[in-house]
């Protein structure tokens, strides 16, 4: 579909539950740009998901108990009909002294099934005036909106609303002993290629600047980190200290060899929450209910808390990221599997025979 230059497209992205709805009422409500559109946010009360008309954030009733011909129901919820055409009216407001048109959310129901806001929504996107569109969507569906709606050049996780972050340094944990696998587990390969080699590759597609920490010779196009003589001999932390010492002021976005299993868009939610709620972020297994220090995002206020600690003797990222409450976010979506970590002969053995 065709549709006019109006308006610039902005994505907010990420897993689903860590406040992409909260930061656009926080934004709106101490900005006096004109907009129009909804968002959609659960009542503190109730439990439930109700839309807020812009620009004066009327409430209008969206998840209920119901199941009557106004109901449309979406997996184990059910949405008022009615709310989904309030929804557009307040949308379709938008002229061309709108600065912010907002959608919250494209959810499976647009771009998967047409339904929902859907067709009006694409048929509003092609004719619309406004200037810019703000669409919040999970990042599951990322890749498949932005297909549908050919936005190629859409802007993800910027804007004035976005808080302003530290840049992020992607980091390969591989300096490890490997005492228990009985070989360098950095060398193993899972994927065809050494895992250092696959681990520096994925966070390739995640950030800009990728570094290898390490602690022998590594030919590699990859930056290399060996460990600090002030920080040797205690483990990821060393190594994790180590980098942040030639990069300072930097976040760090970590990834150990030991999880073969771990995907790129795994990385990406990481990355994600960090840009929309500026701390640290982590991996908590929903079977065991460990933090993962080792597939972690660090916020740079907190490195320094690490550093420190480890001038305390305490060194222990775990240990660390338990202390943080709710300055940290622990996300819980993805399948256990991914957050195993392999560092046994047999582990080795298992993964190969999936």
């Not at 966070?203 to 600090?228: G, R, W």
Request: charged share 25%.
């Amino acid at each position: 579909m065709h549709r006019n230059t109006n308006p610039k497209i902005f994505i907010l992205t990420g897993p689903v539950g860590i406040g992409k709805s909260s930061l656009l009422r926080h934004f709106f409500t101490l900005n006096d740009s004109k907009t129009c559109g909804f968002l959609s946010l659960i009542d503190s009360v109730t439990g439930k998901r109700g839309l807020y008309l812009l620009p004066d954030f009327i409430h209008i009733t969206f998840e209920h108990d119901g199941t009557d011909q106004d109901s449309l129901k979406i997996g184990r919820f059910n949405f008022s009909k009615q709310a989904f055409d309030l929804g557009l009216k307040a949308l379709i407001q938008a002229d061309e002294n709108t600065d912010f048109a907002v959608i919250d959310e494209l959810g499976k129901l647009e771009i998967n099934q047409d339904e929902g806001f859907e067709p009006l929504f694409s048929t509003w996107l092609a004719e619309t005036k406004a200037k810019r569109l703000i669409a919040v969507i999970r990042s599951t569906l990322l890749q498949k909106a932005i297909e549908k709606y050919n936005w190629l050049g859409a802007e993800i996780n910027t804007g004035a609303w976005i808080p302003a972050t530290a840049e992020i340094i992607g980091v390969v944990m591989a300096g490890g002993r490997s005492s228990r696998m009985g070989k360098d587990k950095k060398w193993i390969e899972y994927h065809d290629v050494p895992q250092w080699q696959h681990a520096g590759n994925m966070l390739s597609k995640c950030v800009q600047k990728v570094v290898i920490s390490v602690n022998d010779d590594l030919n590699t196009e990859f930056l290399t980190v060996s460990d600090e003589d002030a920080f040797q001999n205690h483990g990821p932390m060393s190594g994790l200290l180590s980098v942040a010492k030639a990069f300072p002021q930097k976040a760090l976005l970590v990834f150990g060899v030991d999880y073969p299993s771990i995907e790129v868009s795994t990385l990406m939610d990481l990355v994600y929450t960090y840009q929309v709620r500026n701390c640290s972020v982590c991996y908590r297994n929903p079977e065991s209910e460990r933090i993962e220090p080792l597939i972690a995002l660090y916020h740079p206020r907190d490195i320094s808390k690490i550093e420190s600690g480890f001038h305390r003797g305490e060194f222990s990222l775990n240990r660390f990221l338990k202390s943080l409450g709710d300055y940290l976010i622990q996300l819980t979506h993805i399948p256990p599997t991914q957050l195993k970590s392999h560092d046994l002969p047999q582990d080795e053995a298992t993964f190969r025979t999936r």
